[in-house]
């Protein structure tokens, strides 16, 4: 069966860095859209950044432009996201999952669109 696995997360300081990882297995993880949501305590899970089969098109969430940096190792079945100056309002568990084969941004937003879905790995962040 498919299992998505994501680590990395922690607890760190305002303008610190974190990278977190995503494993698939189960699936031909290079033939799929692969994405990074995040829910905070109260709120709606949301569609931080996403990344097409082979990597060459990607999303990125406005308020995480420039800070966070989604790529994947198809070769070791992986999903990455380089988080840099991290804010507190980035505070939440993170979650990792299976997109579609077709890349397009509106799914990247739409948690609907990803069918595999990890347990998630919170990420903290202190002022």
């Known amino acids: 069966q498919v299992q998505v696995v994501e680590s990395g997360g922690g607890l760190v300081q305002t303008g610190g860095s974190l990278r977190l990882s995503c494993t698939a297995s189960?699936?031909?993880?290079?033939?799929?859209?692969m994405g990074w949501f995040r829910q905070a305590p109260g709120k709606e899970r949301d569609g931080v950044s996403c990344?097409?089969?082979?990597?060459?098109?990607?999303y990125y969430e406005d308020s995480v432009k420039g800070r966070f940096t989604v790529s994947r190792d198809n070769a070791k079945n992986t999903l990455y996201l380089q988080m840099n100056s991290l804010k507190p309002e980035d505070t939440a568990m993170y979650y990792c999952?299976?997109?579609?084969?077709?890349?397009?941004?509106?799914?990247?937003?739409?948690?609907?669109?990803?069918?595999?879905w990890g347990q998630g790995t919170q990420v903290t962040v202190s002022s």
């Open positions: 990344i097409s089969w082979g990597g060459h098109r990607t």
């Open positions: 999952a299976v997109g579609p084969r077709i890349f397009d941004s509106k799914y990247c937003v739409s948690p609907g669109s990803f069918g595999y």
């Open positions: 189960g699936l031909a993880f290079s033939d799929y859209t």
